[in-house]
């Protein structure tokens, strides 16, 4: 629960109930602290009461509403962190994060979730998986569908030249995305040794640690005076989006999927940058069949952005850890109740 600035406890709460036929409760076999989590953590999103924390989340069906068809008790499942109905026009071209009934999903860190809308959000494995794959599919519920859609929405092509501005999860996973699509080269701007580290190992090939117009500069240099195919803006600041904006060439594409704080464009500035410009809330649940897929087989291994792992009771140091860079992302495995 988050009570204000930087006041994270751990506290009993009343068991979540199946509310609406169309409810499932699941019990969470892993949760995590995302980087969005940090803006009300930091004040910088004020809250106006105590607020169940999370939204990322996989785990065991443990009950389902009356209407529920697709997923029963017993199936192991993953969610977005937007309830969707996967039914209405917006969701049927694949904007499930805007659904026309969407529902945003809060208090995942937690051993009991309470999942709306369940038969068009959540999808089931075909077994219960693992305790070793768990970490993969659970960055599936928001950081690795939204890398990927990061990827997507730039355009990312075989033998493209892909810049990603972030090194947080997201951004790192976006570096893995543009990797499995196909991107020769992917320029991560990082200037923390352990991120670095890992874009590498998702498949960067060059890291630039100069961040505002000189790190434009070296992607420019980079790139024969010409920028990057595609950038993939993965923080929400005004600086970040900037310098996606001006790192690409004409006729680039630039996606961003960082939660906007204090962004405004230029118009004309924008005008004359002939970019495409394409992001948002991640559909992850349009992603979520074809990631499970990919996960499984072994082919991403995207869980590796955890290098924190603690027991739900301290998540209050998860957060710490997070805000203060000592950990990219931390995993809070529940109390088995």
Same mark, same amino acid.
């Given at each position: ?26 019990? %969470?076999?892993?949760?995590? =602290?995302?980087?969005? /989590? *940090?803006? #009300? ?9 105590? &607020? ?70 959540? %999808?089931?494995?075909?077994? =219960?998986?693992?305790? /070793? *794959?768990? #970490? ?9 569908? &939204? ?191």
């Amino acid at each position: 629960m988050l009570y204000g600035p930087r006041d994270i406890r751990f506290e009993d709460r009343p068991d979540p109930t199946i509310v609406q036929a169309t409810d499932a409760i699941i019990r %969470v076999s892993a949760a995590c =602290v995302c980087g969005s /989590d *940090l803006w #009300p953590f930091r004040g910088i999103q004020p809250i106006a009461q105590p &607020t169940p924390m999370g939204h990322e989340y996989c785990g065991i069906v443990e009950e389902v509403g009356s209407a529920v068809k697709s997923v029963k008790a017993g199936h192991f499942v993953i969610g977005s962190f937007f309830a969707s109905d996967n039914a209405c026009p917006t969701c049927r071209i694949g904007y499930q994060s805007s659904c026309q009934h969407r529902e945003l999903v809060g208090g995942a860190q937690s051993p009991l979730l309470r999942v709306p809308l369940a038969d068009g959000t959540l %999808v089931a494995t075909p077994d =219960v998986p693992s305790a /070793d *794959l768990i #970490p993969h599919l659970l960055t599936l519920s928001d950081v690795m569908g &939204t890398g990927w859609f990061a990827a997507d929405a730039a355009n990312v092509k075989p033998g493209s030249t892909v810049a990603v501005v972030g090194d947080g999860a997201v951004g790192l996973l976006g570096v893995l995305s543009a990797k499995q699509m196909g991107a020769k080269r992917i320029i991560a701007m990082s200037r923390h040794a352990s991120r670095q580290k890992l874009a590498r190992e998702f498949g960067a090939t060059d890291i630039v640690t100069e961040r505002g117009d000189e790190g434009v500069a070296r992607v420019k240099e980079l790139t024969n005076g010409i920028g990057a195919d595609s950038v993939l803006e993965c923080v929400g600041t005004q600086e970040s989006m900037m310098q996606a904006i001006r790192s690409a060439r004409p006729g680039g594409f630039v996606s961003y999927v960082g939660v906007p704080h204090g962004v405004e464009l230029d118009g004309e500035q924008l005008f004359f940058s002939h970019v495409h410009l394409h992001g948002g809330p991640a559909p992850v649940r349009r992603y979520l069949p074809e990631l499970i897929k990919l996960v499984l087989v072994g082919k991403i291994n995207p869980g590796k952005v955890f290098d924190l792992t603690l027991p739900l009771d301290q998540v209050a140091e998860g957060y710490r850890a997070m805000d203060e860079r000592r950990a990219i992302k931390t995993l809070l495995q529940p109390q088995r109740g």
